[in-house]
């Protein structure tokens, strides 16, 4: 397991960033990808040939997650 400190980004509202911190679950499979996941986010995973873009595409999708939950959130009435 890789702990990675990922997710910065600004609330376009109060204009203040927030940094969250997830644990990463990375696994190589069989057909020679690497597979990223985040057991906090609810469907937040991805996959790569190699571990630099793994990162690059874990960190934009718990970006996406966060603002899927976040839209969410902002739809309760």
Not at 14 to 35: K, L, P
Request: charged letters at 25%.
């Amino acid at each position: 397991m890789f702990h990675a400190p990922v997710a910065t980004r600004k609330s376009q509202e109060s204009q203040c960033t927030m940094r969250h911190e997830f644990n990463v679950i990375i696994e190589h499979d069989a057909d020679g990808y690497y597979v990223a996941t985040v057991p906090e986010l609810r469907g937040c995973h991805t996959q790569a040939r190699s571990l630099d873009p793994l990162m690059r595409r874990i960190r934009e999708a718990i970006d996406l997650c966060l603002e899927v939950q976040q839209t969410e959130y902002e739809s309760l009435p």
